[in-house]
Nanobody, 124 residues
Framework: LLQLVESGGETVQTGGSLTLSCAASGSFGSNNCIGWFHQAPGKEREGVASLYLGGSGTNYADSRKGRFTISQDNAKKTIYLQMNDLQLEDTGVYYC?????????????????WGQGTQVTVSS
């Protein structure tokens, strides 16, 4: 059974940086990609970045391109989200999820396993 645990969320000032981790335990099975999502207070969850586990493919939301970087450490079965130049609107809960369908144009999809989330607060 695949389980995902996010960590690394904390309070940072605007313009600061933070790296979130998504640690996987168990087998990925049919899951071939991981996505990071952001849910701001009172808003719907949105995808920010995703990664293909079997290679070097990545995909980013337009609003995060150039500021966020997704990467993986295969040996540690951990996927990272490096976030730079954080802004107030980046505040919220960040989730990672495992998906079953990768597309080089739209990224990861068919998510079926989610972590519990980690809180990021950006303060001025």
């Amino acid at each position: 059974l695949l389980q995902l645990v996010e960590s690394g969320g904390e309070t940072v000032q605007t313009g600061g940086s933070l790296t979130l981790s998504c640690a996987a335990s168990g087998s990925f099975g049919s899951n071939n990609c991981i996505g990071w999502f952001h849910q701001a207070p009172g808003k719907e969850r949105e995808g920010v970045a995703s990664l293909y586990l079997g290679g070097s493919g990545t995909n980013y939301a337009d609003s995060r391109k150039g500021r966020f970087t997704i990467s993986q450490d295969n040996a540690k079965k951990t996927i990272y989200l490096q976030m730079n130049d954080l802004q107030l609107e980046d505040t919220g809960v960040y989730y990672c999820a495992a998906g079953r369908e990768w597309s080089s144009t739209v990224g990861c999809g068919r998510y079926d396993t989610w972590g519990q989330g980690t809180q990021v607060t950006v303060s001025s």
